[in-house]
């Protein structure tokens, strides 16, 4: 090609093609990329408030006395938090459903009710069995996340 003669109409073309198609993989990536991080991000607010949750059931199973607000409430709060890690995106985690009805078994025990209610030590197996469905269903979050989200 001598110098002064410009390049057939189609260079042109390719290279506008090849930087479309450039822009347009990259910005799937990173739309990816952004989709999974607010999905870990969901899985670590999910985490966070399943130990709000063990608190408050730890909480209520140790008072002195029983309180039916709190009872109610914890129920209710269990219940969303299940119904919660069933939809999306929890859903694609596929979180085995015995795990979260053993969480809401050891949470509303036969304790929640007021004619069975009496305080738990800290050590207790009501207790124990409250921290260890908690710990369970935490544990298959984070590896599900870790699995699926990495």
Not at 56 to 65: D, K, L, N
Not at 86 to 94: G, I, Y
Request: charged share 30%; hydrophobic share 45%; net charge neutral.
């Amino acid at each position: 090609m001598a110098t002064g003669e410009a390049a057939p109409w189609w260079v042109h073309l390719v290279t506008w093609v090849v930087v479309a198609t450039g822009w347009f993989i990259v910005h799937r990536a990173t739309l990816a990329r952004e989709r999974r991080r607010e999905k870990r991000d969901s899985a670590k607010q999910l985490v966070s408030d399943l130990h709000d949750l063990e608190r408050s059931a730890r909480e209520f199973h140790g008072a002195g006395i029983f309180d039916e607000y709190s009872a109610a409430a914890l129920a209710m709060r269990c219940d969303r938090m299940i119904k919660m890690s069933q939809r999306l995106p929890f859903d694609e985690l596929k979180i085995d459903p015995g795990l979260l009805k053993s969480l809401r078994q050891a949470i509303t025990c036969h304790n929640i009710d007021r004619s069975a209610f009496s305080q738990q030590a800290a050590n207790s197996e009501i207790q124990r069995n409250i921290r260890n469905a908690t710990d369970d269903l935490v544990d298959a979050v984070e590896e599900a996340k870790a699995r699926f989200w990495a």
